[in-house]
Structure formats: C-alpha cells, structure tokens
C-alpha cells in the first residue's frame, strides 16, 4: 500500500486562510471568547466552533447566529465533554499515561458527534476507531494544534481567544482526512482519494 504524505504545512495554511475570512473569523472570534469566558457553557460553544469549523473547511459559509447550537446539541456537548473528561480524569489517576491515551484516541469525538450527528457515545467509538486507523497523522496534528494552543497561551487568555479557532480549524482539516478511511487502512497510513 502507498503511503500517501499529509502536507502539514498546507494544511496549517488552508486552516489560517480559512480562519481569516472576514465571514469565518468574526463566529469563530466569538465562540472562542465564549467559550473562553462562560466556564458552564464551555462545551456547547466549543462543539459549536468545532461544527462551524468543518463547514468552513468545506467552504460553507458560518454566521454568527451558529455560535449557539440549540439546545439539543448543547445538551449531546455537555454530555459528550462530561464522558471525556470523566474518562482523562480516571485515567489520569492511573499514572496519567492511560489519560492521556483516552483524551488521544476521544479527540476527535466532538468533530465526529458535530460531523456526522453521531451520539456522545457513537462519536467516542467512531473517534478510537478513526485514531485507530490513522494515529500517525492524529498525533503529528494533535501535537501541531497543540503548539498552536501553546503559542496563545504566551499572551494569557488573549491569545489563546485568538489562536484557539485556528487549533480547532486545523483539526478539522485533519478529521477532514482521515474520517473515511477504510477499517482495514494500516495505521497512519491515508488511501488515495481521502
């Protein structure tokens, strides 16, 4: 099987030229303030920057009307953030190493939930069995919008506001290859056409 190169770097370019469009950046601005400043709405305005992410990655145009998803999927966020968490913290008790590798392989969980309509827990399997099949190219882009995260946090709280939506619209650039990958795809390895 060929193993197919992600450009990374591309990818970090798509994110940004997508990210400052005047009509992409001003929601997402907003739903990583939100998100940044109501601790108890955390979940619902991230699953919503993560769901405007992935159309805006598509070329869809995002409104500001997006930031709040409604109801029903604020409730699937705060659901699906909780098990999550849950699941770090246990496994952080465990020697960190275990929560670490729960957080790893979930990470993709909310853009397979904003995706794909999926339930907090169909989008948890749907995540380990993604990660699974391409971890490489996960972790290289977990550990990029890592850094990028990192390199908000050097201004606190502003610039983390800043950089986070371009983290979020970088991972969704990732989940937008390796989403359909067939079970059997050696791991981190891309098919032809994803």
């Known amino acids: 099987m060929a193993n197919q190169e992600v450009d990374y770097v591309k990818l970090l370019k798509d994110s940004f030229e997508t990210g400052t469009k005047s009509e992409n950046l001003v929601p997402l601005l907003v739903a990583s303030l939100l998100s940044t400043v109501t601790l108890i709405f955390c979940p619902p305005f991230i699953f919503a920057m993560f769901r405007m992410a992935l ?26 953030f909780f098990i999550i968490g849950i699941g770090v913290f246990v496994g952080s008790l465990l020697l960190v190493i275990p929560g670490l590798i729960f ?28 990660v699974k099949a391409s971890w490489v190219v996960v ?31 970088f991972m969704a ?22």
């Open 55 to 80: 159309r805006a990655t598509k070329g869809e145009k995002i409104e500001i009307n997006q930031v709040w998803p409604g109801v029903e999927a604020a409730i699937r966020a705060f659901v699906l």
């Open 103 to 130: 957080a790893f392989f979930t990470g993709l969980a909310p853009y397979v939930m904003a995706a794909e309509d999926a339930s907090p827990i169909e989008a948890i399997k749907r995540s380990i069995e993604i």
């Open 173 to 194: 650039n990732i989940y937008g290859r390796v989403h359909a990958l067939p079970a059997g795809a050696q791991s981190g390895q891309l098919q032809p056409g994803a």
């Open 139 to 169: 972790l290289v882009g977990s550990l990029i919008g890592a850094v990028i995260v990192g390199l908000g946090s050097v201004v606190p709280v502003v610039g983390s506001i800043l950089l986070m939506p371009f983290a979020v619209l």
